[in-house]
């Protein structure tokens, strides 16, 4: 009961600074995760945007009409496992059709040629789009019956720059932030353990136990934990998600990122809440009630 | 009882105590005398083990503090009855909870009945019966003196250390306290008692100990004054 009171010293003398410092650290640690799990969302998009690639392979002109099939069975179980999220035979009358779409004209004179001088002109081809890995081109072009082969890998490189550097900042600031929110906590608790050093150190004096002594800085640190978590969940729950789709309608790169999880608020309040007793324990242990005024003390 | 050998204390080079030596046996009553800045609070603060002496050692109840591990500190800092000069009241703590502090500081999670009634007899007998739920911080000088001896007094230590106890006292009061602290010391307490008040030491005669340049010297009888 008197440790409990100790403990709520700081609030009684302090009452404002102590919620406002909970507050904002709560809400740093909170944006801190949001952040973290940005970046971390972030990833997946990338790597698909630097793997992502459409394989164009050029069929040998003389391979029999009847081999086509077989061909593309041969590049289908090639590719193995591989995330292949479109695979197709390109003819000549299917490229026509392609091409009508935006240059009728030119469709229209292509179907002019007919026959074999068609064949000849337009070449068949097997399109493959999907996230590959690095060997794959090799892979395909060593299938038989495939003549020349093409990739559009690099197509994505400066798309695939941006994202990263968002992600370097989402890093960043999460990182900062947590800092932040981290020396805020340490400092207020601190400041709290000090409030009541000359009690806690005066009952040491009189025989109080080690762990005894420390309960005030351990309820003071876990209480700042309860009340910044409670933020951090808060403005999760409220807040994440409203940030997080104006981010997406901000810039097409990050329109990708999935809903915020809600677990995301639970996970925010209890790390908050952990720091908070920690750093309750931490100062505890590190009180000014440990040091003496006249130098050495048998503590 | 208490023993102490060759005991140093500086304070940034500048020597307070200089090579003091003394024992004390059980049941003993002492003054410690000297001028105002002779090292007498900083003799108790050593004895009260709330620091460590420079050089020397010191025993307390048989245990040399050196080599007594955190236990033994405990339970010798338990059996110990500090006053000290600045008195150290918990300010935002009622009378009474300060000197119920003093009991259950030892490990007793509440207070035993028999504790109370003690409490209140140590609390009447100063005439603090009334003050009993003030905060300390709303006390005189006097006042939260003598709640400091209430605390000291209530845990039944085997030693008392009173650091100056009657300096913020009036005739009545001071007498009082004198009262009880040789009631306790009848009842087989240790008792050591820090004081500028000659009329104490001139009426109550026991042993006593001087001050002086860092130096102590003991005295069979008050002779000082
Ligand atoms: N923590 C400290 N740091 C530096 N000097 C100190 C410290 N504590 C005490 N001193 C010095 O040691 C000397 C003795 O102080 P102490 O408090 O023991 O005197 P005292 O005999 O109790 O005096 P008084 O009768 O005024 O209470 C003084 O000169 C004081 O300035
Ligand atoms: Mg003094």
Redesign the pocket.
């Known amino acids: 009961m008197h440790l409990l009171k100790l403990a709520f010293r700081p609030w009684r003398t302090s009452a404002f600074m102590q919620t406002f410092s909970a507050l904002g650290a709560g809400a740093a640690f909170s944006s801190a995760i949001l952040m973290g799990w940005c970046s971390l969302s972030l990833e997946p998009v990338m790597h698909r945007l630097s793997s992502e690639q459409v394989i164009t392979a050029y069929l040998d002109p003389e391979l029999a009409q009847e081999d086509e099939g077989k061909v593309v069975d041969t590049i289908r179980t090639a590719l193995g496992s591989q995330a292949v999220s479109d695979l197709k035979l390109v003819r000549a009358l299917e490229f026509i059709a392609q091409v009508r779409q935006e240059h009728p004209d030119l469709a229209e004179q292509l179907e002019g040629l007919g026959g074999a001088e068609l064949d000849a002109v337009i070449p068949r081809y097997v399109s493959v789009s999907g996230t590959f890995s690095t060997g794959t081109v090799d892979t395909i072009r060593a299938v038989k019956g495939v003549g020349s082969i093409e990739t559009s890998v690099h197509k994505a490189a400066s798309l695939v720059g941006s994202v990263a550097a968002i992600r370097w900042i989402t890093i960043l600031v999460s990182v900062a932030l947590a800092f932040a929110a981290c020396i805020v906590t340490f400092q207020v608790i601190k400041f709290n353990t000090q409030q009541f050093a000359d009690a806690v150190s005066f009952m040491e004096l009189m025989g109080g136990g080690g762990a005894r002594s420390r309960v005030p800085g351990f309820f003071s640190g876990t209480l700042f934990g309860v009340l910044a978590g409670a933020t951090a969940a808060a403005s999760w729950y409220f807040g994440a998600d409203y940030l997080l789709s104006h981010l997406r309608t901000l810039s097409p790169l990050v329109s990708e990122l999935p809903q915020v999880p809600a677990t995301g608020a639970a996970f925010a309040a209890a790390i908050t809440l952990l720091i908070g007793t920690f750093s309750g324990v931490w100062a505890g242990a590190f009180s000014p009630a440990r040091r003496s ?2 130098g050495r003390a048998w503590l | 009882m208490i023993s102490l050998k060759s005991v140093c204390k500086e ?2 080079g ?1 020597r ?1 105590l200089d090579q003091t030596s003394f024992e004390l046996n059980r049941g003993e009553f002492l003054y410690l005398l ?1 001028g ?7 003799l108790l603060r050593l004895l009260a083990t709330e620091e460590q002496p420079s050089s020397g050692s010191i025993s307390l109840f048989g245990y040399t503090l050196d080599t007594a591990s955190k236990a033994t500190l405990q339970a010798i800092r338990q059996s110990i009855g500090y006053v000290p ?1 600045e008195v150290r009241l918990i300010s935002d703590f009622t009378v009474l909870e300060n000197v119920a502090l003093s009991i259950t500081t030892g490990g007793r999670r509440a207070l035993p009945a028999q504790a109370h009634v003690r409490i209140n007899e140590i609390l009447e007998k100063l005439g603090l019966g009334t003050k009993r739920d003030r905060l300390a911080r709303t006390l005189s000088g006097g006042e939260a003196q003598r709640v400091a001896v209430a605390r000291a007094l209530a845990r039944n230590p085997e030693l008392i250390i009173a650091d ?1 106890p009657t300096g913020a006292q009036d005739k009545e009061s001071t007498w009082s306290l004198m009262d009880l602290f040789l009631k306790a010391n009848i009842s087989g307490v240790t008792v050591i008692l820090a004081t ?1 008040d000659s009329e104490i030491v001139r009426r109550v005669r026991k042993r006593c100990a001087l ?1 002086k340049n860092g130096r102590m010297t003991l005295e069979e009888l008050a002779c000082i004054y």
């Open positions: 005024a006249g | 304070f940034q500048q307070v000297g105002t800045g002779a090292g007498k609070s900083t000069q100056e500028h001050l």
